[in-house]
């Protein structure tokens, strides 16, 4: 073989190794983040969402039915060009936290024939449940299974919405204007009722971590024999309950998240959305994962 040949293999193979290289390293440089792990049959594994490492914000998985995490009226070409502002509810969740979005809670099947099921609650700790719409048989088990394996809750359920929506009620976009209470709710030992005798201005309430507003709020009430293990505030429209390992703590109203104007007011220069979102998932009374249950509700 002579020399010109040669060097031309060489040339050619060392071409072929970069555009290897390239085809390797091209997702790393186009998308944020790792690029997905492959599993040992040589499949790539389908994302979940990893614990935090220390000094970063807690991840905090969001299911809701109202625009929190991307405003109304706007395609998905747009949301992807970043257009449209951040809805200000987002931007406080944001302050303290990693916000997960979630369309779902129970798993899912895999992308293709033979993968195992997409956990979509895998690797969180923290999960906020706003307004949702109805959760299928399946979010219900697979969220009892979450918290009383040690997962904290925040699970908003407004009996009447105040907010002001510019969509028809029948467009699907448009938030559950009436709570839909998951059955889980009665398993953990709770229940929420609803005065329709109430006054209709908002109102203001206090809990253990700052002020909240209430407007046509609920009321959340222990089943008989079920009061152990819970703590009440905010006028009892807000409960805290330790389950199983984990904590449940149920708000039976929206309005810190739908009228911006009150939150701030009830926040007084600070976030009454952080201050609700501290008081679910810090240790106490209904919230302390530390140790085994002591006969708190829904065991």
Partial sequence: MSPRPARALITGGL?????????????????????????????????????SAPGERPRLGLHTGLPLYRPLGIDVKAMARGQGEVPWQRRALEKGHALVPLDTLSPTIGLVPGDPPVDPLE???RLAVIQPRALSPADNVALD???KAGGRLLLVLDPMLTG??????????????????PPVVERWGLQI?????QESGPRFASHEGGTIPLALAGEVRALRGREDGCTFAASRALARCRVGEGSVTV?????VFEHESLAAEAGQGSSAIGALVDYAFASGKGGDRAGKPRGGVGE
Wanted: charged share 20%; proline share 15%.
């Fill in 15 to 51: 071409a072929v190794l970069l555009v290897i290289g390239l085809a390797l390293l091209l997702p790393r440089l186009l998308l944020p983040g790792d690029p997905p792990a492959v599993r040992s049959d040589g499949q790539p594994a389908l994302p979940t969402a990893p614990p």
């Fill in 123 to 125: 690797g969180l700790d």
């Fill in 145 to 147: 299974e979450w918290v």
């Fill in 164 to 181: 002001e929506y510019d969509l028809p009620l029948g467009d699907p976009r448009h938030p559950n204007s009436v709570a839909l209470i």
């Fill in 193 to 197: 009722v609803y005065d329709e005798t």
């Fill in 251 to 255: 708000l039976a109203d929206a309005a």
